[in-house]
């Protein structure tokens, strides 16, 4: 471990120092060159396909463990997108000059060696490495055990570009211990190791929150909430809603509690209802819920549980201020929504709910890097300091300051 750790290290000057202009035709030739081994790289998913299915994997997590054609191309068009990206190293982020006649620049430069563990999507293996490249960093992957011959395949395919380029492979490499023991040991080697970020199972989370002692950027779980206020359109209601939980349900900005106003509950629930169990949705409700339409009893535990299913639990309200305690207490930090017309009560909901996205009626499931612009993430961060919500390349970098004197000395 720690000579692989020592090679990953001394790579961090060769990429930090690389000019945008080769990175992002290095990018681009990954690209291609993951749509050039498709057949390759499908068959080696068909394994883990295959693996999923005989180990019982649920339908959500196959269908994040996925790798056809199609979502290969959006996986090598997802690189493409990084590198027409601005070059996040070398911004000038601040300048000015001192009293002493000093010129201060504080200027935007990569983190260093940044490891990523994460769990099924093999997708996320092309979409770090592509950020922590394009930002200047060295990146360790550590995917689930479940896409582990899609990883390979696809970390194999870029580390031969980064050869043909005449760079070290080191720079974009999958952990070489992938057990609960080799996650032990990278999260302590803070001799090498700048910066771990988690994404996946709250298990996971917890465990390297806890144990790590390099910095960590958590990635925690998303219970989305979705609060429909007494003065929303009814229709633009259902629609975000229904897309908010239903749109892709295994996903970590997927609804998973919808709140409704206890004034337009009557007239609003048939509908959701109706449209819900259309899509399948498995529905619960409180006890105000239950009086209204025929579900099941959301208890305590499912209000604080991420589905990553198709299933929902609805919360009727008697105001904002219900809501708002309610998604205070059962959030994740993650994203949050109101449904209004009401602008006083859309800015109120927008100031007080501590979330790293939240929003005014639109759906809960564009917090991702993509939508924002960003090309990819790295995840949805639910710290508070250094990244939060979707993490592109510019929360891949840190700053240091540059000073420029002519003889000055300190009296």
């Given at each position: 471990m720690k000579d692989f750790l020592a090679k990953a290290k001394a790579c961090t000057q060769i990429v930090a120092t690389l000019d945008g202009k080769t990175k992002n035709r290095i990018l681009n030739e990954m690209a291609n060159a993951l749509m050039a081994q498709s057949g390759y790289i499908v068959a080696q998913n068909d394994k883990d396909m295959k693996a999923g299915r005989e180990n019982n994997l649920d339908n959500a997590l196959l269908d994040r463990l996925l790798l056809d054609e199609k979502r290969l191309e959006g996986v090598a068009n997802s690189l493409k997108e990084i590198a027409s990206l601005k070059e996040p190293v070398g911004r000038i982020l601040e300048g000015w000059v001192n009293d002493d006649n000093i010129r201060i620049e504080k200027v935007s430069v990569p983190i260093g060696v940044v490891g990523v563990i994460y769990e099924s999507r093999p997708n996320v293996t092309s979409d770090v490495a592509g950020l922590c490249f394009k930002s200047g960093n060295v990146a360790i992957l550590k995917g689930g055990k479940e896409a582990e011959h899609s990883n390979q395949a696809i970390a194999k395919v870029i580390q031969e570009v980064l050869i043909k380029n005449r760079l070290p492979k080191e720079i974009i490499s999958l952990l070489p211990d992938s057990s609960r023991e080799g996650v032990a040991n990278l999260i302590k080697?803070?001799?090498?190791?700048?910066?771990?970020?988690?994404?996946?199972?709250?298990?996971?989370?917890?465990?390297?929150?806890?144990?790590?002692?390099v910095p960590v950027v958590k990635h925690d779980k998303g219970l989305c909430h979705t609060y429909i206020h007494r003065d929303a359109n009814h229709q633009k209601a259902i629609s975000i809603a229904l897309n908010a939980k239903c749109q892709r349900p295994g996903v970590c900005n997927a609804m998973e509690t919808l709140i409704i106003d206890k004034p337009?509950?009557?007239?609003?629930?048939?509908?959701?209802?109706?449209?819900?169990?259309?899509?399948?949705?498995?529905?619960?409700?409180?006890?105000?819920?239950?009086?209204?339409?025929?579900?099941?009893?959301?208890?305590?535990?499912?209000?604080?549980?991420?589905?990553?299913?198709?299933?929902?639990?609805?919360?009727?309200?008697?105001?904002?201020?219900?809501?708002?305690?309610?998604?205070?207490?059962?959030?994740?930090g993650h994203s949050e929504a109101i449904i209004t017309e009401n602008y006083s009560a859309s800015e109120k909901f927008m100031n007080i709910i501590d979330a790293a996205c939240v929003y005014v009626n639109a759906s809960t499931r564009f917090t991702d890097g993509g939508a924002f612009g960003f090309g990819a993430e790295v995840g949805i961060s639910t710290n508070k300091l250094h990244a939060r919500g979707p993490m592109g390349i510019n929360e891949l970098t840190t700053y240091k300051f540059k000073l420029y004197g002519n003889g000055q000395i300190r009296q």
């Open positions: 080697e803070d001799e090498y190791v700048d910066l771990i970020v988690p994404r996946g199972g709250e298990g996971l989370i917890k465990y390297i929150s806890k144990n790590s002692s337009i509950a009557k007239i609003l629930l048939p509908s959701l209802y109706k449209v819900f169990v259309d899509a399948g949705t498995k529905l619960k409700g409180c006890a105000v819920t239950r009086e209204m339409i025929f579900i099941d009893h959301a208890t305590d535990k499912d209000f604080n549980t991420e589905y990553l299913a198709n299933q929902l639990n609805i919360k009727v309200v008697e105001n904002m201020d219900e809501a708002i305690a309610h998604i205070s207490k059962y959030g994740s």
